[in-house]
């Protein structure tokens, strides 16, 4: 069959860096495609030339049998290819139908034509298989629901090619088989979609035929059928990963150090009285790592952020080291010694404008001031070298902005952060969320290595077989309640996802 | 387990990075270049007594300038100042004329009480404190955009001033207030560049090398990242506001001294002066990125053009058409440069 796409030998190089050399990507029609590679192997880029958001500085690229060469992002929809980036380009103060015809809107000269708008809105999200009302602010959305606006504006625009980079990586389970089930009723229909992921399960799943770039080369391509995980990750890292989220048995001994006890909070943006923490409670101790399981909404950001004081709660008790804490703002908690590496790394933790030094060492200035109002930077860069061996971060300089490194070490730089703290508790919010393989692992380490050394961690994530690997023992939340806990040695994938979906019993 | 070390991000061989280079250092390079071309086509531009005229020149507008460098590093922008330097210069000329009662009585030491120039100073100062902390409050509690509090500054504190001067100027300073805005030390540098450097270096120290500095850099550029690092967000972004006043204060009492003389239409247009100094400074509008260093350059080439403009006979409607150029092609040649300079 002749390939719908093919890019050959894509070069691109920027300043400092040779992001592709002697890239590579064919694509079948009517096939979902895996890109894969860790973080800087060059995936995003090539998806930007093949976008027409960037130009490829040698190579050639075939598009339905004809050379073309992509000027603009605009040239490249016009040619039948949307790209649907992780941080969506909605306007989200215009409706559902406005966003799927932003610039073609159908209309006679200067006027807008609302009502073909919005039925062909409607036509197109119900091929899709979905109910959603044209004239509904985008605002509303939830992320899934916007990334179906977005699959939608692609359709609209007559495309045959979708590319989706990390497209599963914020959305909840349900709405990952969804989003799967519109992939393979896309894909049936002819199109064909390239999904950019980290996430190997869901690759072997939904995807026909897979490609990996390393370092800017293209390692491999062929089908799914005929590898394995394992067989990926080689080509992946250049070498074979072992002990990947391998567990480690260990006996707890330490004394409680945080105990939480009948946390509530009521109302969030979108409803007063909605129930967001409902009579939270659980102990953690030192040197352990309790992991906290659930579905996208279960409420255990919403756990931490409450710990932590970035949002309020109306009831509930914290007790620390057996103490009942008050605590109001970030600033109490870090006082009382609770840490919170937050899910949103380039929101909530990264000063990306600034140095490597200096974000690593935002919360701990304490420990380097000199009469009190000075940065003593002599004790900063003894420290935060202290730290760069520790974590293993790979940086030019301590004076290299944190924007220019890979997802892997600036989650690694957040962690120094809280470290650097020396915490009592310490929470990570999907600690792992972005960051390639060898970086996770090295996290799942990090971890580790802290409850070891007498931490008390807290750890969320979504991905399953990480809580399994990283726990000593696990709740799992539901609707804003914790609904079991259960031992580590005890608990399976099925186990917890049982818990994680099953209602809770009245007590 | 092995360990996993294999750098993919390991920097390449250090050559050169003309572009970094030009990024760092844009604003001082445009200035050299102007320079250089002023010299060639205006010999009176080169000397000495020129040079200190220009910095006399820019130095009330250096000194907000700097004020105004922590407002925008925080992402905020402060309308306000040119009102407020009126209000507060005001202040400064009634205290120095020996109270409200006495403040129309025309000439130096007439007044039958004339308070010390330091009182002064310290009058406007307080205006200008007061005039910050309130809007600052008003930004960080009613959470009203610095844009929309600084504009109803803006004429607030302009009603004000007009209220407080009842329509006359208030001048005729005592000797030692006159000094400080019109004095040379040595007999060649103007006191007012000196004030201006002085307190320029000090900002410079303070951002670049105290903790609070770095709470106003993260504060900029992520305020919900320096939040969760247990920074207080709301007294950082409220004391931007309050050094602003500060150095709104001080320039006006600066200003009054150089004037010998304080009405309330002083200061009008100052803020678009100032906001162009510090952007053409390199400081980002969207909070984070900037320096003092690039502030003080800002403000001098502003000052340089003028000045040049002025030598060479151009016509004063044209210096604005000019200056508006300039400063869009600075900002212009900044991005650029920065658009193109190594990562890493």
């Known amino acids: 069959m002749e390939p719908l796409l093919r890019m050959m030998s894509i070069r691109k190089r920027f300043p400092g860096v040779q992001a592709l050399d002697d890239a590579g990507l064919e694509v079948l029609p009517g096939e979902i495609h895996a890109l894969l590679g860790e973080n800087g192997a060059g995936k995003s880029t090539l998806i930007k030339i093949l976008a027409g958001a960037q130009q490829p500085d040698s190579g050639t690229i075939e598009f339905a049998g004809q050379n073309v060469v992509m000027l603009s992002p605009h040239d490249a929809q016009r040619r039948g290819i949307a790209t649907i980036y992780q941080e969506f380009t909605l306007a989200p103060n215009m409706t559902i139908a406005e966003n799927v015809f932003i610039g073609r809107e159908p209309g006679t000269g200067f006027f807008v034509d609302w009502g073909k708008m919005a039925a062909e809105t409607k036509a197109i999200t119900q091929r899709l298989g979905l109910q959603m009302q044209p004239m509904a602010a985008v605002r509303n959305l939830s992320v899934a629901e916007q990334q179906m606006v977005e699959i939608a504006r692609a359709l609209s625009m007559k495309s045959r090619l979708i590319v989706m980079d990390e497209p599963t990586s914020a959305l909840s389970l349900s709405e990952v088989d969804k989003l799967f089930r519109i992939a393979r009723e896309l894909k049936a229909q002819g199109l064909s979609i390239i999904f950019v992921t980290h996430r190997l399960e869901e690759v072997m799943e939904i995807c026909d035929r897979y490609t990996v770039l390393r370092d800017g080369r293209l390692m491999g391509s062929g089908s799914i059928s005929e590898i394995t995980i394992d067989g990926i990750i080689r080509l992946m890292v250049g070498r074979q990963v072992k002990a990947l989220f391998a567990h480690r048995d260990r006996e707890i001994a330490g004394d409680v150090v945080l105990k939480v006890e009948g946390l509530n909070r009521r109302g969030n943006t979108q409803d007063q009285n909605a129930t967001v923490l409902a009579d939270v409670g659980f102990e953690v101790r030192a040197g352990e790592i309790l992991g906290v399981a659930g579905l996208v909404g279960a409420g255990r950001t919403e756990m931490a952020r409450a710990l932590f004081g970035a949002d309020a709660f109306d009831s509930g008790r914290i007790i620390i080291d057996g103490q009942e804490v008050h605590i109001r703002s970030p600033k109490d908690a870090i006082g009382h010694g609770i840490g919170l590496v937050p899910e949103d790394r380039k929101q909530q933790a990264l000063f990306l404008a600034l140095a490597v030094r200096v974000n690593l060492s935002m919360a701990s200035h304490k420990r380097i001031l000199r009469w009190g109002v000075f940065i003593d930077e002599t004790a900063e860069r003894t420290m935060v070298e202290e730290y760069r061996k520790k974590l293993n971060i790979r940086m030019a300089s301590q004076d290299q902005l944190i924007a220019n490194l890979s997802g892997g070490n600036q989650q690694k730089v957040t962690l120094a952060r809280w470290l650097a703290l020396r915490p009592k508790v310490l929470i990570v919010d999907e600690p792992t969320r972005g960051i390639d393989i060898v970086a996770k692992v090295e996290v799942h380490n990090l971890l580790f290595e802290m409850a070891q050394s007498g931490i008390a961690v807290v750890a969320i994530s979504s991905e399953l077989p990480e809580v399994l690997a990283i726990s000593d023992r696990i709740i799992t939340m539901r609707e804003g309640r914790v609904t079991g806990q259960i031992k580590r040695e005890d608990a399976t994938e099925e186990i917890l996802m049982s818990m994680m979906t099953l209602s809770v019993k009245p007590t | ?344």
């Open chain 2, 1 to 344: 387990m092995e360990t996993l070390t294999r750098d993919p991000h390991a920097p390449t061989q250090k050559k050169f990075d003309i572009f970094g280079f030009l990024a760092r250092f844009a604003p001082l390079i445009f200035l050299i270049v102007l320079m250089s071309a002023f010299a060639v086509f205006e010999p009176r531009f080169l000397t000495p007594l020129n040079l200190f005229n220009i910095l006399r020149q820019v130095s009330i507008y250096g000194l907000l300038a700097v004020g105004m460098t922590f407002v925008i590093l925080t992402a905020g922008i402060d309308l306000s100042i040119g009102s407020l330097v009126a209000f507060a210069g005001l202040a400064a000329a009634a205290v120095s004329k020996g109270g409200l009662a006495n403040r129309f009585t025309v000439g130096a030491g007439e007044a039958a009480a004339s308070y010390p120039w330091y009182l002064a100073a310290l009058a406007a100062i307080a205006v200008g404190v007061a005039g910050g902390l309130l809007q600052g409050f008003a930004i960080t509690r009613l959470k009203v955009p610095p844009f929309v509090v600084t504009l109803g500054g803006m004429s607030a504190f302009r009603g004000a001033a007009l209220l407080f001067a009842a329509g006359g100027p208030i001048s005729g300073f005592e000797p030692n207030f006159v000094w400080m805005g019109q004095g040379k030390i040595f007999n060649q540098i103007p006191v007012p560049v000196v004030i201006f450097l002085a307190f320029a270096v000090l900002a410079h120290v303070v951002l670049r090398y105290t903790r609070y500095g770095r709470q106003v850099y993260a504060v900029g550029g992520n305020p919900e990242a320096a939040r969760l690092s247990g920074l207080n967000v709301r007294a950082v972004v409220t004391s931007v506001y309050v050094i602003m006043g500060f150095f709104a204060g001080l320039g006006a009492f600066v200003l009054s001294a150089r004037l010998n003389s304080a009405e309330a239409v002083a200061g009008t247009g100052y803020e678009l002066t100032v906001i162009a100094s510090v952007v053409i400074g390199g400081t980002s509008l969207f909070g984070g990125v900037g320096t003092i260093f690039g502030t003080v350059i800002g403000t001098i080439l502003i000052g340089v053009l003028l000045n040049g403009l002025v030598l060479m006979d151009v016509s004063a409607y044209i210096q604005q058409i000019i200056i508006g150029i300039i400063i869009v092609l600075a900002v212009a040649f900044d991005t650029f440069a920065k658009s193109r300079q190594r990562v890493a």
